[in-house]
């Protein structure tokens, strides 16, 4: 069945790029019209939704930090990616990916998530 | 942003006795197309949450029958007909009627007297 992971580094300094990578494994980033999504968790806190994209690049992202992020695709890799620029301790968090049929109304399956610490 | 409330915070159940969650809204959560995008997940502990129920009453597949979600506009409800051990953990209320962003509720903890 289809599985997500997510990679990158644990620990970013302030100031710097987190950046991101989700690969799908058991099925096609191309199939079945999916948003491919991130979400977060600060610490012992709720949840957080950064943003979406599909396929072919369209994004949704939340106006909150919209200014800092940027979502891709690469299809060829079957991964989806983010980057989150000029990092604060506040981006200190668990990341998630995730599946979502569509503008966050079914968001079927996730990752186990990645701690990103932001640290110097 | 749509802010959703949920109560209580924590809820300390005896297993097999039922357990309820209160979602509140904000604004309606009904969408121009007729639907109600309010969505229920559980997050066990060291976990990644995982959807329980969609559009405020769809189980999703291989949630267990004692797991109901109930509510309409602005007042929702998730219940636990007979707490089980390993239904410890946290429950979140998410709306995606009012999309960008999707919002979350604050969680309540489910855990055993």
């Known amino acids: 069945q289809v599985q997500l992971q997510e990679s990158g580094p644990g620990l970013v300094k302030p100031s710097q790029t987190l950046s991101l990578i989700c690969t799908v494994s058991?099925?096609?980033?191309?199939?079945?019209?999916?948003?491919w999504t991130w979400i977060r968790q600060h610490p012992g806190k709720g949840l957080e939704w950064i943003g979406n994209?599909?396929?072919?690049?369209?994004?949704n992202s939340n106006p909150s930090l919209k200014s800092r992020l940027t979502m891709s695709v690469d299809t060829s890799q079957n991964q989806f990616s983010v980057n989150l620029t000029s990092v604060t301790a506040a981006d200190t968090a668990i990341y998630y990916c995730?599946?979502?049929?569509?503008?966050?109304?079914?968001?079927?399956?996730w990752g186990q998530g990645t701690l990103v610490t932001v640290s110097s | 942003d749509i802010v959703l409330t949920q109560t209580p915070l924590s809820s300390p159940v005896t297993l097999g006795q039922p357990a309820s969650i209160s979602c509140r809204s904000s604004?309606?959560?009904?969408?121009?197309?007729?639907?109600?995008?309010l969505t229920w997940l559980q997050q066990r502990p060291g976990q990644p949450p995982r959807i329980l129920i969609y559009?405020?009453?769809h189980r999703f597949s291989g949630v267990p029958d004692r797991f109901s979600g109930s509510g309409a506009g602005t007042d929702f409800t998730l219940k636990i007909s007979r707490v089980e051990a390993e239904d410890v953990g946290i429950y979140y209320c998410?709306?995606?009627?009012?999309?960008?962003?999707?919002?979350f509720g604050g969680g309540t903890k489910v855990e055993i007297k």
């Open positions: 994209i599909n396929y072919s690049g369209s994004t």
């Open positions: 998410m709306q995606a009627t009012q999309f960008p962003p999707l919002t």
């Open positions: 604004q309606s959560l009904v969408h121009s197309d007729g639907n109600t995008y």
């Open positions: 559009k405020v009453s």
């Open positions: 995730a599946r979502d049929y569509g503008r966050g109304r079914l968001i079927d399956l």
């Open positions: 058991g099925g096609s980033i191309t199939s079945g019209g999916y948003y």
